[in-house]
């Protein structure tokens, strides 16, 4: 459809049914995951599922800027169109388990409505429930500040096009950060690790606070680098908490609790940037990423209080 766009309203229709299509797609991928992994698996999976989403930052723009050289706009489209088609013959051959029914599934239960149904479950899961409420907080910091990176690249004199390779930076730490992360799983256990990822996260904005606040202009091999770690520290985090939701949560129930972890997620990215426009607008840019380091440290810290609590109350089931 998009190749076929006669205007710009046309072509915001195909980009709203697209994103529409791509919401449907990441509950049912996590789901499928799960039922295809055993649970010692989930780490290094969603490590490789999260390695090739980020490699696209760092593909797509090359492959996207070469065909642009001999193909017409609509014809990359249709590439991308013919691309997709592919990806469906695959999945039409790929077997995936039905869930499991519970025996311990009361009547009550399945009589309630499904949202009723799986806030039920949250209430009775702090598991569960923290890595949704992680993952909402930090998609809203992380797009607080996203928007305003094209102009602090701008301001600290770089062009336009430099942007575009830090995009891939990014992609690069992300894959680095997605393919460590199951190893690092295993030293440092879910909650540590999350931390770990906030803390960074905070490291890496201080820095660029400090340039925006004292007037500095980094050398570009710096800037790529502190980009890198971002993509890097946000693939810890994802990673775990995605397996934390597989951990945590039955079969039969995976779909919906990934459904809102994706509602929740964007209501965050929809948010984030209002909350940041309004505060880069009262404190400037330098104020804006104080701000979202704060943020994240706070988040490190509620992390490991949250651990705590978790394990004590298991504590208190078991005794």
């Known amino acids: 459809m998009a190749a076929f766009a006669g205007s710009v309203n046309m072509l915001l229709l195909v980009v709203f049914l697209r994103s529409c299509a791509d919401s ?5 991928k996590q789901t499928a995951i799960q039922r295809l992994c055993e649970k010692e698996q989930l780490p290094k999976y969603n490590g490789y599922s999260h390695a090739i989403n980020q ?16 193909l017409p706009i609509p014809g990359i489209f249709m590439v ?22 519970d025996p311990t599934d009361k009547p009550e ?14 209430r009775t899961n702090p598991v569960v429930l923290a890595s949704l409420a992680l993952m909402m907080f930090s ?9 305003f990176i094209p102009f602090i690249i701008d ?19 992300g894959v680095i950060g997605a393919l460590l992360a199951p190893k690092m799983i295993r030293l440092l256990a879910f909650w540590p690790q999350i931390a770990l990822g906030f803390s960074i996260n905070a490291l890496y904005l201080a820095l660029i606070g400090y340039w925006l606040r004292a007037g500095m202009t980094p050398q570009s091999a710096a800037l790529l680098l502190v980009f890198m770690v971002a993509g890097f520290s946000s693939a810890l985090v994802m990673v775990v908490l995605r397996c934390l939701l597989q951990e945590n949560t039955a079969p039969k129930q995976m779909g919906q609790v990934f459904s809102y972890a994706e509602a929740v997620s964007t209501l965050a990215m929809l ?34 209080t949250t651990r705590i609590f978790i394990s004590l109350r298991n504590s208190k089931q078991l005794g």
Do not use: H, W
């Open 139 to 147: 998609y809203l910091i992380l797009f607080m500040y996203d928007r």
């Open 24 to 28: 449907l797609f990441a509950p049912a």
């Open 80 to 101: 991308n169109a013919l691309i997709s088609l592919i990806s469906i013959v695959f999945f039409v051959g790929l077997v995936i388990p039905n869930a499991q029914e």
């Open 155 to 173: 301001d600290f004199g770089f062009s336009s096009s430099f942007y575009s390779i830090v995009v891939s930076f990014v992609g690069v730490g």
């Open 55 to 70: 490699s696209s930052k760092v593909l797509g723009p090359a492959i996207g800027g070469a065909l642009m050289l001999v």
């Open 109 to 122: 239960v399945e009589q309630n409505s499904r949202l009723q149904a799986v806030l039920a479950f949250l």
């Open 271 to 304: 948010g984030g940037p209002f909350l940041g426009t309004y505060l880069s607008s009262s404190l400037g840019y330098d104020g804006l990423f104080t701000v979202c380091m704060s943020a994240f440290l706070c988040l490190a810290l509620l992390v490991m």
